[in-house]
């Protein structure tokens, strides 16, 4: 019981403080990893690639994931389920909470200078958490961090092109990408799930 608590716990604050959208998340659950155990940096960056490949938020996405993977831990499929649905409802139930407050109060908010200047100071602020985001992912995907040539770079900023700290798979993919994405005028205007498909065969082949 207490397991679910937490997992209700932990994405309401998730919700309650993650302003931004999905991606501002990313923070939050690269700390919950670091402080609950549930799941790895690693994992993150994987929830990340089914998030964004799936249909709906990416946030509720992973809440869900995340939910199910803690519940299952605890029992079975029963108990996975239920960890997905508690750990979804706390991740939105203080959006819905906000919502309605702001929907009562709506013609005073609308006008009020003290909100207008909170959300002036929200904007940088979710920016400064996306782009935090963006850039651990980046790390995680383009680096080997987990191994201790990456954690000897860091210390001493040498040896920055050794195969065991570079991910040269990662790069060349995410060259590919961007050139595919950005400058041949026959694939740039392809929609977004075929390069994310492609991406996801790319891997498979590489892994094998």
């Known amino acids: 019981m207490m397991i679910y608590l937490r997992l209700f716990y932990e ?4 919700g309650l403080f993650a302003v931004g959208g999905g991606m501002a998340t990313i923070p939050f659950l690269y700390s919950m990893a670091d402080n609950t155990g549930w799941f790895t940096r690693l994992d993150v960056d994987n929830m990340i690639a089914v998030g964004e490949s799936t249909p709906g938020p990416i ?11 803690t519940g299952g831990n605890v029992g079975g499929l029963p108990f996975a389920i239920l960890g997905s649905v508690i750990a979804t409802l706390g991740l939105i139930t203080p959006s819905i909470i906000v919502i309605l407050i702001i929907a009562s109060f709506l013609k005073n908010f609308r006008d009020n200078r003290f909100v207008d200047s909170a ?14 985001a963006g850039l651990s992912v980046a790390v995680t995907n383009l680096f080997y961090t987990e191994s201790e040539a990456f954690n000897a770079v860091i210390t001493k900023w040498s040896d920055i092109f050794d195969p ?6 990662g790069w060349a993919l995410a ?5 595919l994405t950005n400058k041949v005028k026959q694939t740039k205007k392809l929609h977004p799930i075929i390069f994310i498909l492609g991406s ?9």
Do not use: D, E, Q
């Open 11 to 14: 994405f309401f604050k998730t």
């Open 59 to 69: 946030g509720v996405n992973m809440a869900t994931y995340v939910g199910y993977i």
């Open 119 to 132: 959300f002036y100071g929200l904007r940088p602020a979710s920016t400064g958490l996306i782009a935090a």
């Open 164 to 169: 065991a700290v570079v991910n040269w798979k």
């Open 175 to 179: 060259a590919v990408l961007w050139v």
């Open 200 to 208: 996801a065969v790319v891997g498979i082949v590489l892994a094998m």
